[in-house]
């Protein structure tokens, strides 16, 4: 059974260049795109005004509820892949809309909200042009694309706690990994042989950078899976990182209990208005 998926798998995607699930976009290039991230981009998602308010409101619940207890609040919107790659997507994959959900949330957030979040897609598509900033064959950033938006994370978060620098580009080398990798789009297609990639960019900071580090308090995130890759970079900055369970929602006793200096939360742009959603 397994030889008959892998041989309808080949003949589809290679011969007739459809997809084998209907979670997998077939891109250019090799290039394999998550069908939610693509209704996104082609903005055939949106948001009522009843949930722009849910979403602006929960947010700056939490926000207040924070403050009150002397805790900095930070929430980071992770661009989806489409978002920093249109250009790989297939010439069908046009826009509907030119407005994104998340460019309609951040509009609403401006315009009727005394508050933020922290957005890193201009940071992202600037560093593309030197290194790859997301997986060909999966759906998340990679190493590179990881220590850019962390960089951005600590520049915000600086303005708290002046000692969450960064390293500058003096302080940290980018490496070509050539191993082999095959990720979770592949895997949807059954297709890892074929979907494989190597050189990816992987950061090295340099031990003299990290032993200098003077570490503050405690930092307790609610996160996807996007977190997996920025978690040991903010390691190096914290006594503490208390990572609360995947894709849970923001809990209060869970804060209570941890009693930390910084709450993230972070999740990818095509599930932000679910993920951010809820009160204290």
């Known amino acids: 059974?397994?030889?008959?998926?892998?041989?309808?798998?080949?003949?589809?995607?290679?011969?007739?260049?459809t997809s084998t699930s209907p979670s997998v976009i077939l891109g250019k290039n090799q290039w394999l795109f998550y069908r939610p991230g693509v209704d996104d981009y082609r903005g055939l998602t949106s948001l009522t005004k009843d949930q722009l308010d849910d979403t602006s409101y929960s947010i700056q619940n939490k926000r207040d509820w924070l403050r009150e207890r002397g805790i900095y609040y930070l929430v980071v919107i992770v661009p989806n892949k489409e978002t920093i790659y249109p250009e790989y997507l297939p010439e069908a994959a046009t826009r509907v809309h030119q407005q994104t959900k998340l460019e309609?949330?951040?509009?609403?957030?401006?315009?009727?909200?005394?508050?933020?979040?922290?957005?890193?897609?201009?940071?992202?598509?600037?560093?593309?042009?030197?290194?790859?900033?997301?997986?060909?064959?999966?759906t998340h950033w990679n190493d590179y694309g990881a220590f850019v938006s962390y960089c951005e994370i600590m520049e915000e978060l600086s303005a708290r706690f002046p000692s969450l620098?960064?390293?500058?580009?003096?302080?940290?080398?980018?490496?070509?990994?050539?191993?082999?990798?095959?990720?979770?789009?592949?895997?949807?297609?059954?297709?890892p042989e074929t979907f494989r990639e190597s050189e990816t960019p992987?950061?090295?900071?340099?031990?003299?950078?990290?032993?200098?580090?003077?570490?503050?308090?405690?930092?307790?995130?609610?996160?996807?899976?996007?977190?997996?890759?920025?978690?040991?970079?903010?390691?190096?900055?914290?006594?503490?990182?208390?990572?609360?369970?995947?894709?849970?929602?923001?809990?209060?006793?869970?804060?209570?209990?941890?009693?930390?200096?910084?709450?993230?939360s972070i999740c990818v742009e095509r599930d932000f208005d679910v993920r951010l959603v809820g009160t204290v």
């Open 104 to 138: 309609q949330f951040l509009g609403y957030l401006q315009a009727n909200w005394d508050m933020e979040v922290l957005d890193v897609r201009d940071s992202l598509l600037r560093a593309k042009a030197q290194h790859p900033v997301y997986y060909r064959t999966d």
């Open 1 to 17: 059974r397994g030889a008959l998926v892998k041989w309808n798998s080949t003949v589809r995607v290679k011969y007739l260049k």
């Open 202 to 264: 992987k950061v090295i900071v340099k031990p003299d950078w990290i032993s200098s580090r003077v570490k503050v308090g405690k930092a307790v995130v609610f996160r996807d899976s996007f977190f997996d890759t920025l978690e040991p970079y903010l390691s190096a900055h914290f006594e503490d990182v208390v990572v609360a369970p995947m894709y849970g929602r923001f809990d209060p006793a869970f804060v209570e209990r941890e009693q930390p200096d910084v709450v993230i």
């Open 165 to 191: 620098q960064p390293p500058s580009i003096s302080e940290y080398d980018v490496v070509q990994d050539s191993a082999s990798y095959s990720g979770d789009l592949a895997r949807m297609l059954a297709m």
